[in-house]
Structures are given as structure tokens and as C-alpha cells.
T-cell receptor
Framework: AQRVTQPEKLLSVFKGAPVELKCNYS??????LFWYVQYSRQRLQLLLR??SRESIKGFTADLNKGETSFHLKKPFAQEEDSAMYYC??????????????FGKGTKLSVIP | DAGVTQSPTHLIKTRGQQVTLRCSPI?????VSWYQQVLGQGPQFIFQ???????GRGNFPDRFSARQFPNYSSELNVNALLLGDSALYLC????????????FGQGTRLTVV
């Protein structure tokens, strides 16, 4: 079965330190992976997707098919990065439609 | 643009009752999906609708149903509520049957007592 695993419920780092939020997936096909973020009192929003290979707010994520991982990284954490981060796998659900399978999320806390 | 809007924001129901949650997608978006988020968990897929047709269904019992209207708004219905149905229900819209770019509403917090 398809599954997304985020092993850390909580990750605390100091401001200016590097950040790595881990995500591993289980999927037999060609994965489409995303990172979503939820800041305090805001709605869930897309942060980045692997297919575009972009950097958003200093965050990057590389798909490693050999290790079935899609870790989110940032070289220097900022206080405004404190939020809940979800890794998600897009799965084909038939009739041209896709559904998202989310991990349980990691709460990132950046200490001033 | 107000984004995806959901109503109501909070709801308290008694076991065995029925509930209807509503969602208005972003203008121009024809795909609406529903997710359930239990405390401490990530969102779990319930349904996807596109052009008023059900295009995907998650692992939820038949007590859960949904529909999409000609204006692309959507309703999620849950019958015979159980305590375990207490959760945040999220609606998301997409401009088409996108592979993963979803725009989420603020959610409806359902409490079953």
C-alpha cells in the first residue's frame, strides 16, 4: 500500500542552523511528491513540488528514488519557518483524478 | 479572491445525527476534494469530485457521501455520526484534475458528543 512516513513529530532547531525534515514514501509507481505547510492560524498551503525542482522560501527538496525519500532542507532556519510541515504523495485515483496521501506531519520549532 | 471557503467553521453534533458540510471552491476551479484530519494526524482523503462526478473515494464507510453542484460548490454528508468522526474536515479545490496542487479551505471542526 502507498504510504508516507515522517519519522519526527517535532523538530527544534536554533535560528540560523540547518534544517532537514525527513520524508520517506512507499509507492511502486513513479511518485509525485509535495511538501505542504501550515503556519499558525493559517490554512494548509503548498510549499513545493518535486517535479518543479524549485526553491521556495529557501527550502529545497530532492527526490531520491533509491532511498524512497523526499527530505525538505533549508541551510539557515528563520523564526518564521516555525510551522507544521506535511509531506504528500499524489496518487492516481481513476478517471483522470489524483488524491493526496499525507504523512502525519512534523512540527518545526525555530528557537530564537 | 477569498480562496476556498467552508461553512460552518465549527459544529457540535450528537452521536447518531447527520451533518452537512459545505465548500465553495476558488473561482474557475472545477475539482473539489474532501479530507478528514484527526488530531495529530495528516489529512486523509475522503472524496474527489470533478465536473459534478465522483472521481475518487478513500477508505471511508458508506455513511460518508458527497456531491458537487453545477457551480462547482460541494457538500459532504455524514450520517449516523460516531464519536470517531470528530475531526477537522478540509475541502480543497484544484483548477483541473491536478496531480497534487490543491488549495485548501480553513476547515470545519466537527465535534461529536
Amino acid at each position: 500500500a502507498q504510504r508516507v512516513t515522517q519519522p519526527e513529530k517535532l523538530l527544534s532547531v536554533f535560528k540560523g542552523a540547518p534544517v532537514e525534515l525527513k520524508c520517506n514514501y512507499s509507492y511502486s509507481g513513479s511518485p509525485e511528491l509535495f511538501w505542504y505547510v501550515q503556519y499558525s492560524r493559517q490554512r494548509l498551503q503548498l510549499l513545493l513540488r518535486h517535479i518543479s525542482r524549485e526553491s521556495i522560501k529557501g527550502f529545497t527538496a530532492d527526490l531520491n528514488k533509491g532511498e524512497t525519500s523526499f527530505h525538505l532542507k533549508k541551510p539557515f532556519a528563520q523564526e518564521e519557518d516555525s510551522a507544521m510541515y506535511y509531506c504528500a504523495l499524489s496518487l492516481y485515483s481513476g478517471a483522470g483524478s489524483y488524491q493526496l496521501t499525507f504523512g502525519k506531519g512534523t512540527k518545526l520549532s525555530v528557537i530564537p | 479572491d477569498a480562496g476556498v471557503t467552508q461553512s460552518p467553521t465549527h459544529l457540535i453534533k450528537t452521536r447518531g445525527q447527520q451533518v452537512t458540510l459545505r465548500c465553495s471552491p476558488i473561482s474557475g476551479h472545477k475539482s473539489v476534494s474532501w479530507y478528514q484530519q484527526v488530531l495529530g494526524q495528516g489529512p486523509q482523503f475522503i472524496f474527489q469530485y470533478y465536473e459534478k462526478e465522483e472521481r475518487g473515494r478513500g477508505n471511508f464507510p458508506d455513511r460518508f457521501s458527497a456531491r458537487q453542484f453545477p457551480n462547482y460548490s460541494s457538500e459532504l454528508n455524514v450520517n449516523a455520526l460516531l464519536l470517531g468522526d470528530s475531526a477537522l474536515y478540509l475541502c480543497a479545490s484544484s483548477p483541473a484534475t491536478q496531480k497534487g496542487e490543491a488549495f485548501f479551505g480553513q476547515g470545519t471542526r466537527l465535534t461529536v458528543v
